[in-house]
């Protein structure tokens, strides 16, 4: 697919370390090979506030309106959100504020998705991470969590309590090695859920997660190992309507949905092998081979080619990792 979404602007400062953006723009995007019409092209407007202001060494920044997904920086694992909802919903509706210091981050935001409506469901999330770095900066500290409230309409009633939670410590050896990067992450999922109307009790899914990644010479290979329950258990289940719950309910990667197999324990391993020059300061290519493994074995793969073209603001839109400079 092609994906365009240009923005523009005010910005004003203001005395006291004070910056004032509003924006707007339009998403644009098709599918490869889709039928879309002309209207279909045009997804979904930006418009939105944002506030900046220092204070000392923190910075603050809120994001109110519509806005990119990209304003999360959190280390968000994929057992949270998947690359298909990174792609296809890449902007919240509703508030983001976060806090920047020299070795740390912290963010706390919220995403109303679903007005209450005859057929539409109230939903909302209320998402949180943060990370701080240690020892010289090779220790991490972290988390991410959110809180997902998916509610009912006026066609059918009922409530699912979806709560994640996924604490981890961390160990960047990048610089110690020369290696562009080279990170070790372990961390504990946890989840909390509830169907109010047809289980009306707390399940408590979790499992712990591994992650290595290691880069030289643009080349990078990523593999996440999950143990755990399932972490799905409600996503073959369907409400009063009979509408399945699956990725209204779960946004992250549908492989952590390891009930499939009728096993109360499993093993999800996803390994990435990727190329991805940084062409130039706005031009990026990504060229990856994604595998998936669980207990029984292989399970598929993906092949991704990327071409991401990019003028962001370079002092408010960077990804923030503590340990960099």
């Not at 709560?163 to 610089?175: K, S």
């Not at 990725?247 to 324990?265: A, Q, S, T, W």
Request: aromatic share 14%; with cysteine.
């Amino acid at each position: 697919g092609a994906r365009l979404t240009p923005s523009v602007g005010l910005q004003l400062s203001s005395p006291g370390d004070s910056r004032h953006r509003l924006m707007v723009g339009i998403d644009v995007m098709k599918d490869f090979g889709s039928d879309a019409r002309t209207e279909d092209l045009f997804r979904e407007l930006t418009l939105y506030y944002e506030w900046k202001k220092g204070f000392g060494r923190t910075d603050m920044t809120l994001t109110a309106g519509i806005f990119p997904r990209s304003e999360m920086q959190g280390a968000y694992s994929t057992a949270f959100f998947s690359d298909y909802v990174h792609f296809y919903d890449p902007n919240l509706e509703g508030l983001i504020l976060k806090f920047r210091r020299p070795s740390a981050y912290y963010e706390l935001g919220c995403d109303w998705m679903g007005q209450y409506g005859d057929t539409r469901r109230e939903r909302f999330m209320i998402f949180a991470g943060g990370e701080a770095a240690l020892a010289d900066r090779l220790l991490l500290l972290g988390y991410t969590g959110y809180m997902y409230h998916y509610a009912g309409s006026r066609e059918v009633w009922g409530v699912v309590d979806n709560i994640l939670l996924n604490p981890y410590i961390g160990l960047d050896l990048a610089e110690k090695t020369g290696l562009q990067t080279l990170h070790f992450q372990l961390g504990w999922l946890q989840s909390m859920q509830n169907d109010r109307r047809n289980i009306g009790r707390y399940t408590f899914p979790s499992g712990g997660e591994f992650l290595v990644r290691l880069g030289k010479w643009n080349v990078s290979v990523e593999n996440r190992l999950f143990y755990g329950c399932d972490m799905m258990p409600y996503y073959d289940s369907a409400d009063a309507a009979g509408h399945v719950y699956a990725d209204g309910l779960y946004f992250g990667d549908p492989f952590y949905h390891l009930g499939r197999g009728g096993v109360d324990m499993g093993l999800y391993d996803r390994l990435e092998i990727c190329y991805g020059p940084r062409i130039a300061d706005f031009l990026r290519l990504q060229v990856s081979a994604v595998m998936h493994f669980h207990s029984s074995g292989f399970s598929g793969w993906q092949q991704i080619v990327s071409l991401v073209f990019d003028l962001p603001d370079r002092k408010s839109s960077r990804r923030h990792r503590p340990q960099a400079d």
